[in-house]
């Protein structure tokens, strides 16, 4: 993890107990190393002694700790390979998570409440940079139908709580995410951490490389540990039901991503695109003009330097196992 060098600390988070859902998963781990170095006091459930999906073992959690804020980050999702194949699954785990979560919250008088969406959640006839005054102009897109539904569902959930209980929740939406600890098996994994995966192990073995789809689909990448820095900083700045986005507002082709990898690690080998494969929706960025206004930040790491430390992680921590798993 990287130095605590960035963010100003405001004393905001000084003995606040926090609540982190998904501490240990990708984003969420990012999330609580960024509060430790702030001195938050941190409560971070695993599913092996939390389960979510169980309101009576949800509540019990949150009457026991009392967390003063919570980051609701856990989530069942992943890339096109697991959206396409387990709607369902992602429907109703996602679903009683987020309802256990937040209803727990709100009968322990939580102070605030910080769901973490996504951008999946915007309407799929969407082409250009999407602006939260479109989150409910149409129909999400069918390949992220039950993700982005489920999160969805979420908002409406802050937004009757608010109505009822006067109950305090944010609702965020960060575009594609890579880095550090990311999926990088081919199945649940998202495309950058499916293609550093492909193409270090091709690297490794001198081998060609195929990718999914036509590379003309666009999408916004944000780095972990920027994405952790936005999520923190709107906490402590952005109040107000409406959603917001959390993003780079730079949207990439799938075919630079793969020219950005293959100059990364010098790849000469082919690379094949498989059309059988889906491109799913054609275009997704974010509009950041309200994240810049509120939170007056905007993410730090380039695409670039952002693979090169994910590339460098991967290498260091799985290539080795995966390559022998391979090889085996
Ligand atoms: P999405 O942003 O929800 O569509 O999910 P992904 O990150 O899984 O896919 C983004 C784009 O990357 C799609 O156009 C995919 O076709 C493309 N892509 C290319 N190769 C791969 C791969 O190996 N895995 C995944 N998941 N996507 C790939």
Redesign the pocket.
């Known amino acids: 993890m990287r130095p605590n060098d960035f963010l100003p600390n405001t004393g905001f988070w000084k003995n606040k107990r926090v609540l982190v859902t998904g501490g240990s998963g990708f984003l969420g781990r990012h999330i609580v190393e960024r509060l430790k170095d702030y001195g938050a006091t941190l409560i971070t459930p695993r599913r092996t002694e939390t389960n979510l999906s169980d309101f009576g073992a949800t509540l019990k959690c949150f009457l026991e700790n009392r967390p003063d804020l919570v980051f609701h980050s856990a989530a069942y999702y ?4 697991i ?1 396409l194949k387990e709607p369902g699954t992602i429907y109703f785990n996602n679903m009683l998570m987020s309802t256990n979560v937040m209803e727990a919250a709100r009968l322990t008088q939580v102070k605030k409440f910080i769901a973490v969406g996504t951008a ?1 959640s915007y309407p799929g006839h969407l082409t250009g940079a999407m602006k939260e005054s479109d989150f409910w102009s149409g129909p999400l897109h069918d ?2 139908t039950a993700y982005g539904g489920v999160k969805k569902m979420m908002h409406i959930q802050a937004m009757a709580y608010k109505k009822q209980y006067g109950f305090n929740a944010i609702h965020l939406l960060p575009t ?1 995410l890579y880095g550090p600890y990311d999926a990088f098996d ?1 199945y649940r ?7 550093v995966a ?1 193409f270090c192990e091709a690297h490794a073995r001198n081998e060609d490389v ?6 003309a ?1 666009i ?1 916004e990448f944000l780095y972990v540990d920027d994405c952790a820095d936005g999520i923190v900083l709107a906490a402590e700045r952005y109040n107000d039901v409406s959603p917001l986005n959390i993003g780079t507002g730079v949207g990439t082709t ?1 075919r630079q ?1 793969v020219e950005d990898l293959c100059h990364t690690l010098n790849f000469k080998n082919k690379v094949i695109w ?1 059309a059988s ?5 054609m275009a ?1 960025t974010l509009d950041i003009a309200k994240m810049k206004a509120t939170l007056d930040w905007v993410p730090r790491t380039g695409l670039r330097d952002g693979l090169k430390k994910t590339i460098a992680w991967y290498q260091e921590n799985l290539l080795q196992a995966s390559t022998l798993r391979q090889a085996a």
């Open positions: 992943g890339g096109l390979g959206t999946c390949s992220v594609n081919a994994s998202h495309v950058v951490g499916a293609l492909k195929m990718v999914w789809g036509t590379g689909p999408r799938i991503l498989d494969k889906p491109d799913g929706q997704k």
